[in-house]
């Protein structure tokens, strides 16, 4: 089975500084892995995807991460932070072997802060 | 494109009730799952329908059921409600046999159970 950790429950971040947003995952296979973006009371927006070619995957708002087949990793990044940046983020792991793209597993989920 | 539609927004129900709630996929979308998230929890996966047909299920018990109409809109349904039921629901839809498409979330069904 598959699964996802995201180390760290909080990241606190000055805005225009840059972020990273650690998420490691285990999976048999070629993992499809996906970052997910959740502000108060609402639903999971989608940020990025990976899913085979560049190691480097840019996405919405100016967040990029980098797929590490080697460290199992998929930390998510973004050269200067926000404070609209500040929410929930989740990494999330789909098992390449289903037919299905919307079964997910995700991370705990990580809470950036970026203050002024 | 209409994004991914669930309804109601919130909804307060009593131990013992059942409730029923409503997912409308994005057009084209053949294939609709169910989440449950909760402060202890996180993000859970509940099932999976496609074409009216349950493909995939998590690891809740059997008070909690869905199911899919042909116009791929889904529902699903929680009986005789507990305290531990209240969460936030959030329904995905995705392309049928597309295998590198994401899955796009609804903005979610928060129930509460007193």
Redesign the interface.
Known sequence: AQSVAQPEDQVNVAEGNPLTVKCTYSVSGNP?L?W?VQYP??????LL?Y??GDNLVKGSYGFEAEFNKSQTSFHLKKPSALVSDSALY?CAVRD?N????????????TRLQVTL | KAG?T?TPRYLIKTRGQQVTLSCSPISGHR???WYQQTPGQ??Q?LF?Y?SETQ??KGNFPGRFSGRQFSNSRSEMNVSTLELGDSALY?C?????????????????T?LTVV
């Open positions: 499809y996906f997910y009371n609402r639903g999971l927006q989608f995807k899913i085979t989740f390449p289903t037919g299905t793209a919307s079964k997910l597993t995700f991370g705990t989920g | 991914v669930q294939s609709v799952s996180g993000l996966f999976e496609f493909r995939n959030l995905a839809s995705s392309s049928a046999g597309a295998r590198n498409t994401e899955a796009f979330f609804g903005q979610g928060r």
